[in-house]
């Protein structure tokens, strides 16, 4: 990363996520003591699925479309969670308050299909398990700058290659992706879909506003974001129009404003792509506004 590289998921440093116990297969421990086998089906070939969740004044801010994103995504790749719904809240009620987390928290719950007699792919090699990781950490967003942005060559694909809809474990056509991204002196990578319209980032959602309209790719290639869809709903709760639709690099570059959704950063400005300044720059009063109503919207979630 070069020295000014900033990331959609940078936070202030807090000396307390030294110190977290990280939950392991129904065990708490240390940060240091939490490990899994070099024969799991996660570590040896990314086979498993994860959730991100914030934490405000101690509620998981929409917990229940992250437990229906999980459930619907281990269903799709036929792996068995080992807990029903309200075993896995538990898990996570458990760890939270075995770190004594409040607000500000982000969890990274993982799930894989378990650990392998032998060292090969076939799933039915994974005779243990499955694996289950909630790592908790204190974690405030910090953005010194909006962030900017490169297109590259790596693709969200087709369904039937590795569904870009899935949150699974295998990240690494997104992490070289970024890779290309940081090269062209970018913080981050702008992927298009098959058809060449623009579609995601290697790590978020992402939006245009022009004219006043709020822009987001169709659906059909990117990760189906819950900031995003509650972006979309916000929008037309609150008469801001809003298209799912195909646009083209000339569209976003001639954009007002743009930003990118995730459940870390919410709303993440964009200041340039492909070293085009977009609209000022700096966060746009549309995507302010969007910015205002979602914290609203998790205030009366998490009140």
């Known amino acids: 990363m070069s020295q000014d590289a900033v990331t959609t998921h940078q936070a202030e440093d807090d000396l307390r996520n030294q110190s977290i116990l990280i939950y392991v297969d129904g065990v708490l421990k240390p ?68 770190n004594d987390m409040l607000t500000d928290a982000h969890a990274r719950l993982m799930v894989t299909r378990g650990v392998k007699v032998l060292p090969f792919q076939h799933p039915s090699l994974s005779k243990s398990g499955p694996t289950m990781v909630i790592i908790m950490e204190h974690s405030k967003p910090k953005l010194p700058r909006p962030i900017r942005l490169a297109t590259v060559p790596h693709l969200r694909g087709l369904p039937m290659t590795q569904d870009p809809k899935l949150n699974s474990h295998s990240k690494l056509n997104c992490i070289l992706a970024c890779i290309a991204a940081e090269k062209a002196g970018a913080d981050e990578a702008l992927m298009l879909d098959l058809h060449g319209f623009v579609n995601t980032t290697n790590a978020c959602n992402f939006f245009i506003v022009r004219k006043g309209e709020v822009w987001t790719s169709t659906g ?35 954009a007002d404003e743009a930003f990118l959704t995730g459940t870390f950063g919410a709303q993440t400005p964009v200041s340039e792509i492909d070293g085009r300044k977009i609209g000022t720059g700096q966060m746009g009063p549309v995507t302010l506004k969007i910015r205002e109503l979602y914290k609203e919207l998790v205030l009366q979630e998490c009140s």
Not at 50 to 72: I, P, S, V
Not at 228 to 239: F, G, H, T
Request: with cysteine.
């Open 220 to 254: 059909d290639y990117c990760m189906n974001g819950i900031t995003r869809q509650k972006v979309i709903d916000l929008c037309r709760a609150n008469q801001i129009p809003v298209f799912e639709r195909n646009f083209s690099l000339v569209d976003t570059y001639g």
């Open 31 to 98: 940060r240091a003591e939490a490990t899994v086998s070099v024969y799991d089906s996660g570590f040896m070939l990314g086979d498993g699925v994860w959730e991100g969740l914030r934490l405000y004044n101690g509620t998981w801010a929409f917990l229940d479309e992250h437990m229906d994103r999980l459930f619907e995504a281990a269903k799709a790749i036929d792996l068995d969670i080992g807990l029903d719904r309200a075993g896995v809240i538990t898990a996570l009620e458990e760890t939270r308050k075995a």
